[in-house]
């Protein structure tokens, strides 16, 4: 506890505090501002499931409705969780959720894999941005801890982290996670990453870190993370994108990808100008 609490006081004092833009819904998700300086997408894709009773066509169906939202929005970089390689009833072969998204938007990508159902099954976290508009490297990836079995399924969680290089010339470090579900090891994992971030953030001039949390607004783990100074930019449900010094004004919008039947989260939008 000691421990925890002289962390916490160093973050603090690490981090810069903003004053965040609270998020919005929108009626028409499909106006990205062409002013913004960065354009940035966070979305739990929902996985496909070779076990549920999801086709390969339904599947398709709604990875084509966010391939379509993508060439309307144009982000400059997305972070997305729960993305899949599977095989599912009336497949023939793998369905490569990530390289079909890259080859049907022009986004180059980077997929970590996070978990896995042998033959069946390869699930992730991954970055996707464009080659054409943003400079994005220095991209890796890890394991959290906190990895355990539900069953005969090994449930391990990731980070992934790359540098994204401004026209101004400023570096803003991108971080994309998936947490555990359960409080028990998503906490201690949220305590990993804060960590992480103390110790790489002067290596660069802001942080963003985005993902699904699978924490509500009123648990430790996000008071924590605020805690630590970093400041909440945009929120849906267990959704989060966090900010550390973000010099620049903010807009942050909730997407309704829910209700056009793309996952069962909604995106948050991000511009940075």
């Known amino acids: 506890m000691r421990l925890y609490l ?9 981090f810069l505090s903003q004053n965040p833009t609270q998020a919005q819904s929108l009626s028409n998700p499909s106006q990205p501002d062409s002013k913004a300086l960065v354009k940035f ?39 997305f969780q729960e993305v899949a390689n599977c095989r599912l009833s009336g497949s023939a072969g793998w369905i490569e959720t990530a390289k079909i998204i890259a080859e049907q938007t022009g986004l180059n990508y980077s997929f970590w894999q996070s978990e ?3 033959d069946i099954w390869k699930e992730g976290i991954a970055f996707f941005w464009n080659p054409k508009t943003v400079r994005f490297d220095n991209i890796q990836c890890r394991h959290l801890g906190g990895a355990h ?11 992934c982290q790359g540098d ?8 803003i470090r991108f971080y994309n996670t998936h947490l555990d579900v359960d409080a028990q090891y998503s906490l201690p994992q949220t305590r990993e990453i ?19 949390f699978n ?7 996000i008071r924590i993370i605020k805690e630590a100074g970093l400041n909440e930019l945009a929120r849906d449900r267990v959704d989060f994108i966090f900010g550390w010094n973000v010099r620049r004004p903010t807009c942050a919008r909730t997407l309704g990808f829910v209700e056009e039947g793309i996952s069962d989260h909604n995106a948050l939008w991000l511009e940075l100008r």
């Open 215 to 221: 924490n509500l607004e009123n648990t430790d783990a």
């Open 164 to 171: 994204l290089h401004t026209d101004n010339g400023d570096v």
């Open 116 to 118: 896995e159902v042998r």
């Open 149 to 159: 079995y539900r069953g005969p399924m090994r449930i391990a969680k990731s980070l």
């Open 6 to 14: 002289l962390l916490s006081i160093a973050l603090s004092a690490f």
């Open 41 to 79: 997408l966070n979305l739990n894709l929902l996985y496909c499931d070779p076990l549920s009773s999801e086709t390969k066509q339904q599947h398709s169906v709604r990875l084509n409705k966010l391939i379509a939202q993508l060439n309307t929005l144009k982000p400059d970089l997305a972070a």
């Open 194 to 212: 804060l960590g992480i971030i103390k110790q790489e953030s002067h290596a660069v001039d802001s942080v963003i870190w985005a993902g699904d």
